[in-house]
Structures are given as structure tokens and as C-alpha cells.
């Protein structure tokens, strides 16, 4: 967390901000030729997918979010706290917060600052007096109401998602901002506290290591927090009805799953989901390099989004029944090197997700299955029916199209083939390794791959990247 690892509890993120000096403002005294001249940061971060998405002219360090959920009337009641460094003089700034929630008190600094709503979600904030550059600041928004979910023709459901027993938050790519205030852009990782308070007898479970838990009268609250760098789109909420396994992976690493009790188990599945997530986090670790977060885990909840998400240390698989296979979970727990860990600068760059995270699926049928990898290229190539499309750059509204799974996966496979698999191997262990924790480009990619082998691989890459049509083997 960028200068403020001190504040690691969070609890009190304001007064330690400042008996730690961070807080900042402009000096009445500064000289003229230095003064700073105050603008309004960017209302977008630049992707050209979703340009409304994040904003500009500062960087998170820490969300710190305290939310009371109501099952009956599926209202929330919310504090979200956030610690930030300024990158330009700032005369204001925006958050992203969408949906019907209404803001009760905003302050920075721990002063009232103005504040209003403009377009879809854009939360235009001004504050007291002028931030200067570098100065670290703390923003407090306190807010309630329902959280209203996002149903994207394209991308699907997204945000904040009631079920049966009562929600789960999955938020790629554009759902964080149904439920809290953030810079929903993927460049801007910060570290994660969430404290949920609920009904006696449901279970909340987020990113990260749990806290303690505490119980009085009819309420029970959770903390959970999350201590690596974390892209607003990996965060996750689900609350509800859980049975939870605990257990550890290789080296001691905890290992906390959950199978919603509304779903169809067989005696016993709570400690087989357990076992191979542990299993395959093992076995991706001697690929990947070392896992890259402080705890592992899984949750099957019944959500009906149809999808399974790589949400960072804790990915949930969508699921009527608890019949997750080893494929599925290869996928989304190789995410945790491939898109959390590594995540992309631009929407535009995914298949660096996706293919990696299918190529985990190929590596995982070759050595639990005894289906080579060439195997399983071979039939996707000869299957694949639309070769249009660009995989490096497919689209806002195909982002999660085949095109970038697998022939993302081809791509990698058609590396392999070309470099050999000393190389190929070595990319796969130095790539997430050397950029642990950062924001990756496929330009990045290329690069890398090119000086680790010391040869000229444009013309392959642009081939299976950014040229549609079929590649000829």
C-alpha cells in the first residue's frame, strides 16, 4: 500500500493518516513561481473500450468499506473510506458510483466537500481547498439504499447480484461501482478492508483473509481484507448461507472454500473442493513461480450469472449443483497469476487473461487426463469457426468472446511450438514473476518474450494477434 502500510488495520484510516503527517494541503506561503495551479482531474482513464470507467489525477492506495446488509428489504447501508495520493494539482476530482444509492455525507480530509451527481456514474467531488501534487488525501462517503445490478447485452450481469439467501458482488468488468465508490479502472490497484455487518446466521465471505467476526444481539460482522494489490474488478461480496471448509495448501498457504447450502451437494464435496483447489494451486505454483496472494480458496454460490469469475484469492464459480470440474478450476486459479496478479493496462489486452487461463485448462487435461497439449490445440483449430477478429484487440462487446480464450490459448501453443518448450516454460514462470502485482500490455508481452529468446517474433505475434483470419501452421 503506497505510504500507508503503517495504517494496516485500517479501522481508524483517517487519524492515522494524519498523526502519520500524510495529509497535505497547499501552503499560503508558497512562492509564486512554485505555486501550484489547480485543475480538475480526467473523468475517464483513457480505455478505449469504457471511457467513462476510472478517472484521473490520483492514485488509491486503500479502500476501506463498512456495509450493513438487510436481507428483507436487500438495502445496504454503507461507509466506503478511501485513501489516495494526488498525481496533479487537483481543484476536483471523480469517483465512479452508479445506480439509485444516495449519499448521505462526503467529506475529504475530514471536512465537507461538495459533491454531485453527473451522467450515468460519474461522482464529481470538490474538495474544501486544493490538493496538491503528491499529497496523500482521505475521501469518506457515506451512502444507502438498494444496489441495483448491471445487465449488459454484451457483457452480462455485473455488480451487485441478490440471490435467494442474499448477494453476491462480481464485478468485472463494470459492477464495483454498483455498491461502493472507486476508480473503477484496471491500472489502478489498491489494497481491500470490507467489514460487512448482516443477520445472525448468514455468512460473509470476500477477498482476502478473514478478520475476527463478532456478534451482538441478532447482528454478526466479517472483515476480510485483502494486503496485495487488487484491481477494482477482482473485488468480491457474497453473503448469504455457506458451508466453509478450511484447510491449507502447499507450504501452509490457508485455504478457505464455501459451498452455498442451497446447493445440490454429495456427502463430502465441502472437502473435495477444498483438497483440489489445493491440488491445482500446487501444481500451478511449480509452473506460475510462487502464488502470488496470502490465502486461496473458492465458492460455488447459485447466483445465476452463468459465468465463473477469477476474483483475486477467492474466485466463484456460478453453479446449481457443487459439481466443479478440474478443468474450471485450473482455469480460474490460474487467473491468480493471469489477470489478478498480472492484470492488463486496457480491456484491449484480456486475452493475456484468457488465454493463459485456458492454456491452464490444456495443461491441467494433459497431466490429470493424459490429453497432450498438441492434442487439444489441434481439435480447437480445426473446430474454430470464426477466424475474424483481432485477439489482441477484439472489441468492447467481445471481450469475453471465444476469440480471446481460445485462440488466445492457440497462440500460446503456437508460441511454444516456435521458441521450444525450455523457452516456452521459462515465459511462463519469469512472465508473472517479473511483473507480479503490475499492469501488463501484449506490446509488454512481446517484448519480453523477444529478449528472453533473442530473436525478431513480430511477424508470429502480429500473425496470431492482431491479423483475423486463420494462421497457417
Known sequence: MRGANRCRGHLVILSCALSAGLLAVASPAADAATAPRYSPGAAGAGDPYFPDMGNGGYDVGHYDIRLAFDPASQAIDATTTILATATQDLSRFDLDFQGPLTISRLSVNGQNAAFTRSGAQELVITPPRGLRRGSTFVVSVSYGG?????????????????????????????????????????????????????????????????????????????????????????????????????????????????????????????????????????????????????????????????????????????????????????????????????????????????????????????????????????????????????????????IFDDLVYNRGAMALQALRTKIGDRAFFRVLTLWPTANRYGNVSTRQFIQFVERLTNRNLDSFFHTWLYQPGKPTL
Not at 481491500?192 to 467476526?213: D, F, K, R, S, W
Not at 487467473?335 to 488465454?355: K, Y
Open 146 to 398: 438498494v444496489p441495483q445490478k448491471i445487465d449488459d447485452p454484451a457483457l452480462g450481469l455485473s455488480g451487485w447480484v441478490t440471490t435467494e439467501d442474499g448477494a453476491v458482488a462480481l464485478n468485472q468488468p463494470i459492477g464495483a461501482a454498483t455498491y461502493y465508490p472507486v476508480n473503477d479502472t484496471t491500472d489502478d490497484k489498491a489494497t481491500y478492508t470490507q467489514t460487512i455487518t448482516v443477520p445472525t446466521g448468514l455468512t460473509v465471505l470476500a477477498n482476502g483473509e478473514p478478520g475476527p467476526t463478532t456478534t451482538h444481539g441478532r447482528q454478526t460482522t466479517f472483515r476480510w481484507t485483502m494486503n496485495r494489490p487488487m484491481a477494482s474488478e477482482l473485488s468480491m461480496l457474497a453473503i448469504g448461507r455457506y458451508d466453509v471448509t478450511r484447510g491449507v495448501a502447499a507450504g501452509g498457504l490457508p485455504n478457505i472454500t464455501a459451498i452455498g447450502k442451497s446447493i445440490d451437494t454429495k456427502p463430502g464435496q465441502g472437502k473435495v473442493f477444498n483438497q483440489t483447489t489445493a491440488q491445482i494451486i500446487q501444481w500451478e505454483s511449480s509452473m506460475y513461480g510462487q502464488y502470488p496472494f496470502d490465502s486461496t480458496g473458492g465458492i460455488i454460490a447459485d447466483v445465476g450469472v452463468d459465468y465463473a469469475l477469477e476474483t483475486q484469492s477467492r474466485p466463484v464459480y456460478d453453479q446449481s449443483t457443487s459439481d466443479v470440474d478440474g478443468d474450471l478450476l485450473a482455469h480460474e486459479l490460474g487467473h491468480q497469476w493471469f489477470g489478478d496478479s498480472l492484470t492488463p493496462v486496457h480491456w484491449s489486452d484480456i486475452w493475456l487473461n484468457e488465454g493463459f487461463a485456458t492454456y491452464s485448462e490444456w495443461l491441467y487435461q494433459e497431466k490429470f487426463n493424459n490429453v497432450p497439449v498438441q492434442q487439444t490445440f489441434a481439435k480447437a483449430y480445426a473446430d474454430e469457426k470464426d477466424w475474424s477478429g483481432k485477439v489482441a484487440d477484439p472489441g468492447r462487446d467481445h
